[in-house]
């Protein structure tokens, strides 16, 4: 889903934007600037143009490579004030990019770090 303002664009199929049909789903995005977006789904992620509404099928990518030290099967990828966040069940990881490289500068919990929820 993509909202703008009041319009709302979506869903579509992971095929139709150019993602092979062994993606079952997108687990989060990175805006990247210049209107590319990271698409993520287990070990891999993507260059996605937002003009194009595709992938650019060259820039398959590996998440252990690019984003050493976040878990590989994380359930929710998302930007929060210019920081990459990857969960994995009660835990985030944050991931700093800096001077071109990602680095994990954060471990937590997601309810009590992140969210600040109160303790029972």
Do not use: I, M
């Not at 092979?20 to 789904?41: D, H, I, N």
């Not at 891999?44 to 398959?60: G, R």
């Not at 030290?69 to 990828?77: E, I, Y």
């Amino acid at each position: 889903w993509v909202y703008t303002g009041s319009s709302v664009l979506g869903p579509r199929r992971l095929d139709k934007l150019g993602l092979g049909r062994e993606v079952a789903q997108v687990t989060g995005a990175l805006p990247q600037g210049g209107g590319k977006v990271l698409l993520f789904s287990g070990q891999s992620f993507w260059s996605f143009d937002v003009k194009a509404q595709t992938v650019d099928p060259k820039s398959l990518g590996s998440v252990e490579q690019e984003f050493p030290g976040v878990p590989l099967n994380s359930h929710n990828v998302f930007q929060y004030q210019g920081k990459a966040y990857f969960c994995q069940d009660r835990f985030y990881w944050r991931v700093n990019s800096q001077h071109e490289a990602n680095q994990v500068d954060e471990v937590g919990y997601v309810t009590f770090d992140f969210l600040q929820c109160p303790e029972d």
